[in-house]
C-alpha cells in the first residue's frame, strides 16, 4: 500500500480495457454511452501502445503500434485520480493491469531483467526477490499473464479490423480527449 504503482513518475501507464472502462464508469454511477463519454473525458487519455503478431497464414511477425487508452495523472508525482491517503478508493473496481501487477504482467515475469529494474522503484517487487510476502505458484502466474495476453490480444485485433482508429473501436470517445 506504498501507492508507487499508482503512480505515473514520468514514464508509467495504466492501461484500461472497454471492460475496465465500463466497470469503473458503472461504479461511479455514469451510466449507458453518455456516462462512458463523461468517464472517458475525466479520467482517460490517448496512449500509445504496441503489439507483436504472427501472421498465422504466412507466419511473419512484426511488431505493431497504435493507441489505446491510459489514466490521465495528476499532481507532480502524476498519481492517479483515484489514489487517497496512498489507497485506491476504487479498489472493487479497479481496471484488469491494477488487479494483475506484477504478477500478470508479462513484461514482468517474462523478463528478469525488467522485474529487477522494477524492484529498484517498487518494494513489493524487492520484497519478492528476498523471498518475503504472498507466495504465487507458477500456475496462478501463468493464469494471470495469459489473461493479459488475451485481453491485449483481443484489443490489438480489433484495433487492427478498424484500420488502427481507436474512435471506431470506442464509438464513446469524445473528439477532445486527451491525447499524450
Ligand atoms: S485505480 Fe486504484 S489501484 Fe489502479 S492506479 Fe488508480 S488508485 Fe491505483
Not at 70 to 81: L, V
Not at 161 to 178: C, G, H, Q, S, T
Request: net charge positive; hydrophobic share 30%; proline share 3%.
Amino acid at each position: 500500500m506504498c501507492g508507487t504503482c499508482c503512480r505515473g513518475l514520468g514514464e508509467g501507464e495504466v492501461f484500461l480495457y472497454k471492460n475496465d472502462i465500463k466497470t469503473l464508469a458503472n461504479h461511479l454511477n455514469l451510466k449507458g454511452k453518455s456516462g462512458l463519454r463523461e468517464f472517458t473525458k475525466k479520467y482517460l487519455k490517448i496512449i500509445n501502445d504496441t503489439f507483436f503478431w504472427r501472421n498465422p497464414k504466412t507466419k511473419k511477425g512484426k511488431t505493431y503500434r497504435f493507441k489505446t487508452l491510459g489514466f490521465k495523472f495528476t499532481g507532480n508525482d502524476e498519481h492517479c485520480h483515484f489514489l487517497k491517503d496512498n489507497k485506491c478508493t476504487v479498489h472493487k473496481a479497479r481496471p484488469f493491469q491494477c488487479r494483475a501487477f506484477p504478477i500478470g504482467w508479462n513484461m514482468l515475469i517474462n523478463s528478469l531483467r525488467n522485474f529487477k529494474d522494477y524492484s529498484k522503484r517498487c518494494p513489493a517487487l524487492q520484497k519478492s526477490l528476498e523471498n518475503q510476502g504472498y507466495f504465487y505458484s507458477k500456475n496462478e502466474i501463468i493464469k494471470w499473464a495469459r489473461q493479459e495476453y488475451e485481453m491485449e490480444k483481443n484489443f490489438f485485433i480489433k484495433m487492427k479490423k478498424n484500420d488502427f482508429n481507436i474512435f471506431r473501436v470506442y464509438k464513446f470517445l469524445p473528439n477532445d480527449i486527451a491525447n499524450k
